[in-house]
């Protein structure tokens, strides 16, 4: 089992930057793909960007340049550093954990989930 406590959003200006932590409790997180999704009202669950355990990465293309994904396995946390934020970039952002080592884009394949953490911002 993995509890997953986000961290880090909060209400920041367009052009302006946040960083978002998720820190992972149980003994998978190391050996599993760790992503942050985010869920604008009325629209779907979406991947923003992924990462396997020997950190191969995947964005979306809409923050592609804008956002880096690192993470830490000694200390069991995945962190979002968010750059140039759009007011399109406002959304609930949620972490999650796939147990099989394979970055996959669907939601429903993710094991584990954080409470999500809001983030807003402003024009």
């Known amino acids: 089992q993995v509890q997953l406590v986000e961290s880090g959003g909060g209400l920041v200006q367009a052009g302006g930057s946040l960083r978002l932590s998720c820190a992972a409790s149980?003994?998978?997180?190391?050996?599993?793909?760790a992503a942050w999704f985010r869920q604008a009202p009325g629209k779907q669950r979406e991947l923003v960007a992924a990462?396997?355990?020997?950190?191969?990465?995947n964005y979306a293309d809409s923050v592609k340049g804008r956002f880096t994904l690192s993470r830490d396995n000694a200390k069991n946390t995945v962190y979002l550093q968010m750059n140039s934020l759009e007011p399109e970039d406002t959304a609930v952002y949620y972490c999650?954990?796939?147990?099989?080592?394979?970055?996959?884009?669907?939601?429903?394949?993710?094991?584990?989930w954080g409470q999500g953490t809001q983030v807003t911002v402003s024009s």
């Open positions: 149980g003994h998978t997180f190391s050996s599993a793909v």
């Open positions: 999650a954990v796939r147990k099989v080592n394979i970055i996959v884009t669907s939601s429903e394949r993710y094991n584990y």
């Open positions: 990462i396997t355990s020997a950190g191969r990465l």
